[in-house]
């Protein structure tokens, strides 16, 4: 079955980096848009980041300049490069990606999350 697998969370100190990854496997006939969305404790999940096949790139204002979404489209993986991260953008960081499986539907599958924890 189609999984994507998230790695690269952990804590950092303020105005430090990370680099995020997901890779999807599994049965895919085709990718669309991959994306990075959040979700913090008692707040709803909300979108970080989105790239499409083509490489059109969109970003949350609270991360533009900051944050940059690549994606490698020969291994079906997503990057998520985190620079000058805040105590605000502590959250669980999960991969989102539109997958085309062997039904011949569209899906939108989710990985796992990752933590990412930033102090102050």
């Known amino acids: 079955q189609v999984q994507l697998v998230e790695s690269g969370g952990g804590l950092v100190q303020a105005g430090g980096s990370l680099r995020l990854s997901c890779a999807a496997s599994g049965p895919i006939f085709g990718v669309n848009t991959m994306a990075w969305y959040r979700q913090a404790p008692g707040k709803q999940r909300e979108s970080v980041a989105g790239?499409?096949?083509?490489?059109?790139?969109n970003y949350a204002d609270s991360v533009k300049g900051r944050f940059s979404i690549s994606a490698d489209n020969a291994k079906n993986t997503v990057y998520l490069q985190m620079n000058s991260l805040k105590p605000e953008d502590t959250a669980v960081y999960y991969c989102n990606a539109d997958i085309l499986n062997p039904t011949g539907r569209w899906g939108a599958y989710w990985g796992q999350g990752t933590q990412v924890t930033v102090s102050s």
């Open positions: 790239i499409t096949r083509g490489g059109r790139t």
